[in-house]
């Protein structure tokens, strides 16, 4: 079985390849390992190796696992779905939030960050395959949310973030992550510049890479595959 470091090296020179192939640099593009239903231990021998992003779905096992790590100098990403009495851990325990979908839950968190940290990066999800089991602002909707965000002290808005119906059709793939940056484009010439592309998974960061992603988001390629819950 190869090792979590093994693994966290292939997924760098994936990265590095996806980069080099769209005229980028690789350090343009962060990594957060997606550490859900994975035990800390696991998460501290990713961060012997090297990594200190983590991205987790799920509060309650998230926090968990922050607490037992709180030793290690490590970010914490949320990027699952959000329940408007939860805001309050999510405010204080994680450094950036990738899924907010709705006003109202943007203006607890911003309640809710304490002044002693700097305020809560976070990323609005478009639901850019139109599926309707899928969470994320309808494409055209972002920009209103953006508005709200902007206006909220403690929130930083840094992007916007996507999760594609998973296929196998490299153009498909490259569309929906295409319509991810021109809407970000959009957002910038209405006045607000954002810095982040929150796009691409185990099975298709290439694709994202090639239309911009800023942030890969990778699980599997790092931890192996999950437990079916
Ligand atoms: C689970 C998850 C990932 C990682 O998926 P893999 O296919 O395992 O790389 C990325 N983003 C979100 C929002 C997830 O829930």
């Known amino acids: 079985m190869a090792t979590i470091a093994a693994n966290l090296q292939a997924v760098q020179e994936r990265i590095a390849r996806a980069a080099a192939a769209a005229g980028r640099r690789a350090d343009e593009i962060a990594l957060v390992a997606v550490s859900k239903t994975f035990p800390a ?9 090297g990594q200190r992003v983590f991205g987790e779905n799920h509060l309650q096992e ?4 922050i607490t037992l790590l709180a030793h290690l100098p490590l970010e914490w990403h949320f990027i699952g779905p959000i329940q408007s009495n939860k805001t309050h851990p999510l405010a204080r325990q994680f450094q ?4 907010v979908e709705r006003g109202k839950i943007a203006q607890r968190l911003s309640d809710a960050r304490p002044e002693g940290l700097p305020p809560l990066d976070v990323c609005i999800q478009v639901n850019v ?11 055209g ?19 916007l973030m996507a999760i594609p119906e998973p296929t196998p059709d490299a153009a498909l793939q490259r569309r929906r992550f295409a319509l991810l940056r021109e809407l970000k484009e959009k957002l910038a010439a209405r006045g607000h510049p954002l810095d982040t592309l929150s796009m691409g998974m185990s099975d298709d960061l290439e694709a994202a890479i090639l239309e911009g ?6 699980g599997t390629a790092i931890f192996g595959q999950r437990q079916k819950a």
């Open 41 to 49: 231990a696991r998460i501290a021998e990713a961060h012997a190796a």
């Open 62 to 65: 998230a926090v968990e696992k």
């Open 96 to 99: 950036w939030v990738h899924s």
């Open 129 to 139: 395959s139109g599926e309707a089991s899928k969470s994320g602002v309808a494409p």
């Open 141 to 159: 909707e972002e920009a209103r949310l953006a508005e709200a965000i902007a206006r909220l002290p403690r929130l930083r808005l840094r992007g």
């Open 213 to 218: 992603a800023t942030l890969v988001r990778v």
